[in-house]
């Protein structure tokens, strides 16, 4: 069965420094990926998605994300935070045997510092 | 556009009432989602619609749980009665005909507190 899980719970960074938050899936094909943000308060919103083709994908808000699937991984990118990007992050799979269910992983908080 | 419009956004209720949540998809999508966020289990997926009918109900907790979709523009999650277990934010998703994995645009969600 499909699964996502995301390592870090809490990561802490910079205002203008790099970001990377870390996303595993777990799938025997070709996985529909996906990042997903979530402001205080606020229901989520698509950051970006891969299906197939090129492994770097490009998203909302500076966000890109690469696709590596000897790592079987799904990692988020940001060059330069802003502090408005601190937010709930999750990552997430697309169920193939059941069209349009999404597994959702535990989501890492991400806090900025100024 | 509104985008998915929910109501109540706060509900607090005591165990063993009734609790009905709100749902208005974007006008023109055709697919419906709902969805649970607790701490201990994250965002579960609980029942899905399509074209107003129900795909997918495997998500849906119990018996005490169901949801209805009677237009295209409106679906209710109804909890009868309430536990205290059941407290968590609900989430409405909706969703254009343009694909299974085209983009779920999540409302502002429900957080319910059972007493």
């Known amino acids: 069965a499909q699964s996502v899980t995301q390592p870090d719970i809490h990561i802490t960074v910079s205002e203008g420094a790099s970001l990377e938050l870390r996303c595993n899936y777990s799938?025997?094909?070709?996985?529909?990926l996906f990042w997903y943000v979530q402001s205080p308060g606020q229901g989520l919103q698509l950051l970006l998605k891969?299906?197939?083709?090129?492994?770097l994908v490009q998203g909302i808000k500076g966000f890109e994300a690469e696709f590596k699937r000897s790592q079987s991984s799904f990692n988020l990118r940001k060059p330069s935070v802003h502090w408005s990007d601190a937010a709930e992050y999750f990552c997430a799979v697309g169920v193939q045997s059941s069209a349009s269910k999404i597994i959702f992983g535990s989501g890492t908080r991400l806090s900025i510092r100024p | 556009d509104a985008g998915v419009i929910q109501s109540p956004r706060h509900e607090v209720t005591e165990m063993g009432q009734e609790v009905t949540l709100r749902c208005k998809p974007i006008s023109g999508h055709n697919s419906l989602f709902w969805y649970r966020q607790t701490m201990m289990r994250g965002l579960e997926l609980l029942i899905y619609?399509?074209?107003?009918?129900?795909?997918?109900d495997s998500g849906m907790p119990e018996d005490r749980f169901s949801a209805k979709m009677p237009n295209a523009s409106f679906s209710t999650l109804k909890i009868q009665p309430s536990e205290p277990r059941d407290s968590a934010v609900y989430f409405c998703?909706?969703?254009?005909?343009?694909?299974?994995?085209?983009?779920?645009?999540f409302g502002p969600g429900t957080r319910l507190t059972v007493l």
């Open positions: 799938y025997g094909a070709t996985p529909y």
């Open positions: 619609f399509n074209n107003n009918v129900p795909i997918d």
């Open positions: 998703a909706s969703r254009s005909s343009g694909g299974a994995w085209d983009t779920q645009y």
């Open positions: 891969y299906f197939s083709g090129d492994t």
